[in-house]
Every structure is written in structure tokens, then in C-alpha cells.
């Protein structure tokens, strides 16, 4: 499973080229191409999380991602801050989703 997959099924969103990217500054080329490869290979891990408003709603994301063939780090579970799971993406970057405890 490709990174733009991922993004674009679970985001949604059109796929654009390097160019119309450049030119929208979505890019910039602040790296030479022949570096780029190498600096996303660093092994560089973090987290984007998802707030949504409900339990069911962690519910019903987690089973769309897993249908899309996701990786699933940690199932839903409750914790601390609220209701939540992780799933990864090909670069190994945590997704969060959660609906707060507060809410």
C-alpha cells in the first residue's frame, strides 16, 4: 500500500503532479532530488491525530481503515484522555483516532 493511497482514501482528495504541486507550493525543492529518498528513509516516526466527536465514530473509522488495509498498532481501547485506536502508514507514522473523555 502506497503513502498516497493511504492519505488519499482515508483524507480523500485528486492527485496532482510534481509541477501543478510545485506551483500550488504544496513543494518547494529545498532538497536536491538525488537527497530526497535518503532524508525520508531517516526512520523519523511521529503521530497525526484525529479528533472526532463520538465512540462510534472511532468505532466506524477504525473498521473503514482496517477494510482499506491498514496497519492496526493498537485496536480501539479506552484510555485516559478518551476512546481511541492507532493504525500506521507505509512510512510507519502513528494515526490516531480518538473521541475525548471530556466530550
Known amino acids: 500500500m502506497t503513502r498516497l493511497y493511504v492519505y488519499k482514501t482515508i483524507l480523500g ?3 496532482f503532479d510534481a509541477l501543478t504541486a510545485e506551483r500550488y507550493g504544496w513543494i ?8 530526497l529518498d535518503g532524508f525520508a528513509d531517516i526512520g523519523v516516526a511521529g503521530e497525526v491525530a484525529f ?3 463520538e465512540k462510534t465514530l472511532v468505532e466506524s473509522t477504525y473498521q473503514a481503515w482496517l477494510a482499506k488495509g491498514l496497519s ?3 485496536t480501539p481501547v479506552e484510555m485516559d484522555f478518551g476512546y481511541t485506536f492507532v493504525a500506521l502508514d507505509p ?3 502513528r494515526l490516531r483516532v ?3 473523555s471530556d466530550a
Not at 518547494?28 to 537527497?35: F, I, S
Open 13 to 15: 482528495g485528486d492527485d
Open 28 to 35: 518547494n525543492g529545498a532538497l536536491p532530488d538525488v537527497e
Open 51 to 53: 479528533s472526532v466527536a
Open 72 to 74: 492496526i498498532l493498537q
Open 91 to 93: 512510512d510507519g507514522h
Open 98 to 100: 480518538f473521541a475525548s
